[in-house]
């Protein structure tokens, strides 16, 4: 089960729905299951998510899996927090069909078996146990929730213009060293729909990762250690920051937290300055810190005093007199302790986990969850992406009664689908069909040389 299906069954608990007769032109803001037989009849992407799906395997060629498509699993949340696993379908008009006639509240991901997930029970009680995960995205997870020791302005899943920024910077951060450090280009990321971002990685290479690879990626971006009780929150090994470390802090971190989060959150103002100084080793230092900023609690030069007290505390710890190395790497710790990257590491590690599919709708929030380009997100304002009831207005005026195929492309959801198609699954689907093309004429060749020999 997914982490946001243990930890968001609440989430699952709507009001009563309102009447079936209401008239769409008087659509309420909040959730309501009702209309998500409007919005998966007429705007959910059902063949960009089969084709998505089949990584090139719906085709023609000689070399396609055919069965490929129907050993993924699909599960399915609906109304009274009804779970069901182990979905799937033959091909797309199945999928499509499934996801209308059940309106589930939440679409969820899981890996691609060894065979159909749904005849997974008469194979085990044949003998012939032999249902295991063979193929699935390399997936990330990370909840704002996760950071309330770092914000101040919001806790829980309560998220707002001053906090969102956090999830930025994690897609910064993740991104680059995925493209960089591991030479994966198919990434998909994907808001959650209320308090965090997906990642989806959809290489070849990377949904063939066994389970241990896939922990070693995770441990690669493992860092954050810390908790309310920690004083430590970072672990950062050896005299110098990895490569990776280093180009994470002086490119993204450093300047976000000294220009954004210090002042938005207020980190060492009177009543909060504490936490950071408990993180500094030496006493002497926390004391005279303390001294001056319990003398002066404004600042005289018209600054913010979260930016001269942050002057003040790295003029102190990166002094020259300052041998020790824990000390000096000080400054760098307070700042990953408070803006790098908490990925729930579990998600990551195994093949088996759920994770929830892009554009579905959060029955919290009533949002989409539609996908984030990482090259402008810092454009991305969770508090205006499309939500179910916006979308059904759109729907219901301006002409867009008229039926057809694409409705989706005059409301507000219309961009999410473009940039999916365009900058994710085209490439994505150019990509696979050069794989399969490729081991087929390898294995022609392999044919021919061993019928030579």
């Known amino acids: 089960m997914t982490k946001e299906a243990e930890n968001e069954r609440d989430d699952m608990l709507v009001d009563d729905p309102e009447p079936q007769n209401e008239q769409l032109d008087d659509i309420p803001d909040e959730f309501n299951p009702n209309y998500l037989k409007v919005y998966y009849g007429r705007l959910f992407p059902h063949a960009d998510m089969f ?3 089949s990584y090139g395997n719906d085709g023609k060629h000689p070399a396609c899996d055919q069965s490929y498509f129907g050993r993924r699993e699909f599960s ?7 779970y069901l696993r182990f979905q799937s379908f033959k091909n797309a008009s199945e999928l499509e069909n499934g996801i209308k006639d059940k309106c589930p509240f939440k679409i969820d991901i ?11 029970l008469a194979y085990a009680q044949s003998g012939d146990n032999i ?6 995205e390399l997936v990330f997870d990370i909840d704002i929730s996760d950071y309330d020791d770092a914000r101040y302005c919001c806790s829980g899943a309560d998220v707002c ?14 991104d680059t060293s995925l493209r960089d450090d591991f030479g994966f280009n198919h990434i998909l990321w994907v808001y959650s729909g209320r308090r965090g971002v997906h990642c989806w990685v959809c290489d070849g290479k990377a949904r063939r990762l066994n389970n241990e690879q896939r922990s070693a990626i995770a441990d690669y971006f493992r860092v954050y250690k810390g908790n309310n009780n920690s004083k430590s929150k970072v672990s950062l090994v050896g005299p110098a920051l990895h490569p990776f470390l280093a180009r994470s802090y002086f490119d993204v971190l450093r300047d976000f937290f000294e220009e954004k989060l210090l002042c938005s959150q207020q980190l060492l103002s009177d009543d909060r300055y504490e936490k950071i100084l408990e993180m500094i080793p030496d006493e002497s230092i926390t004391s005279e810190l303390r001294g001056k900023w319990q003398d002066n609690r ?3 030069s018209g600054k913010d005093v979260n930016v001269v007290r942050w002057e003040q505390l790295k003029q102190l710890l990166q002094s020259g007199k300052q041998k020790a190395t824990g000390i000096r790497r000080c400054v760098e710790e307070i700042v990953f302790s408070f803006t790098y990257p908490r990925l729930d590491m579990e998600v990551s590690k195994h093949m088996n986990h759920l994770l929830k599919a892009p554009f579905c709708i959060h029955p919290k929030t009533g949002r989409v969850c539609v996908p984030i380009d990482p090259n402008v997100c810092d454009d991305f304002d969770p508090t205006n992406v499309p939500t179910l009831s916006k979308l059904l207005r759109e729907i219901n005026t301006g002409g867009l009664q008229v039926e057809g195929d694409k409705v989706w492309e005059r409301t507000s959801m219309g961009k999410s689908i473009r940039y999916f198609r365009e900058s994710f699954l085209q490439p994505l689907m150019k990509s696979c069909k050069e794989e399969i093309e490729e081991s087929y004429s390898a294995k022609v060749n392999q044919s021919k040389n061993s019928l030579n020999w």
């Open 76 to 82: 399915f949340t609906l109304d009274n927090d009804i």
């Open 161 to 174: 213009l001053d906090c969102w920024p956090l999830m930025t910077i994690a897609i910064k951060v993740i």
């Open 131 to 136: 249902f295991t995960p063979v193929e699935r």
């Open 298 to 300: 404004r600042s005289s």
């Open 110 to 120: 899981g890996p691609v078996y060894s065979v159909d997930p749904s005849k997974r």
């Open 51 to 53: 084709k998505w799906m």
